[in-house]
């Protein structure tokens, strides 16, 4: 069977993890290093290293909302989701047609039982995504988790809609 550790990669992993050390001792000022050695960190269930790494990347090039949403889906891992909320807000300052923003801060809204929100963060993820060639979104996933947002807030015409759509 192995562990969870060999299951995602953990040579791979372990390599990759080495390569950034590298990188950055050769150039600390190269942020998508500290992100990369961020996302191996977190695959390895080393949470608090990997925050500090995506941290580093925000600190070096503040303008790049991937870091944030990376270290918005650790806090989200961690369990701390409120600074994960944060991390996905100021994400969504820097690119505000990321579907994938919207995808993981309405998943952390849904968490908080904030459903109004989190059905505006699957609304968006479905604006923002790929459409098909008539023009529509065929993200099952968005469709479904706001069709349970929105059956928790009793509106349930609107999530039969949603749900008829995955179907």
């Known amino acids: 069977m192995g562990t969870?550790?060999?299951?995602?990669?953990?040579?791979?992993?372990?390599?990759a993890l080495g390569n950034f050390d590298e990188v950055i001792r050769i150039d600390s000022s190269y942020?998508?290093?500290?992100?990369?050695?961020?996302?191996?960190?977190?695959?390895?269930?080393?949470?608090?290293?990997?925050i500090k790494d995506f941290t580093k990347a925000i600190e070096i090039d503040r303008k790049?909302?991937?870091y944030l949403h990376n270290r918005g889906c650790c806090y989200r891992n961690m369990g701390d989701l409120e600074n994960s909320i944060h991390d996905f807000d100021e994400a969504i300052k820097l690119d505000d047609k990321n579907p994938i923003i919207y995808s993981n801060r309405g998943l952390v809204n849904r968490k908080l039982e904030r459903f109004e929100l989190a059905i505006q963060d699957y609304s968006n993820e479905i604006k923002y995504g790929v459409l098909d060639s008539q023009g529509r979104s065929n993200n099952i996933k968005a469709f479904n988790n706001r069709a349970y947002c929105l059956a928790k807030l009793g509106r349930y015409k609107e999530a039969i809609v949603d749900y008829t759509t995955v179907i």
């Open 4 to 15: 969870i550790r060999e299951k995602i990669g953990g040579e791979k992993l372990d390599l």
């Open 31 to 50: 942020a998508p290093s500290y992100n990369g050695r961020g996302l191996v960190w977190d695959r390895f269930f080393k949470f608090d290293e990997a």
């Open 64 to 66: 790049n909302p991937v």
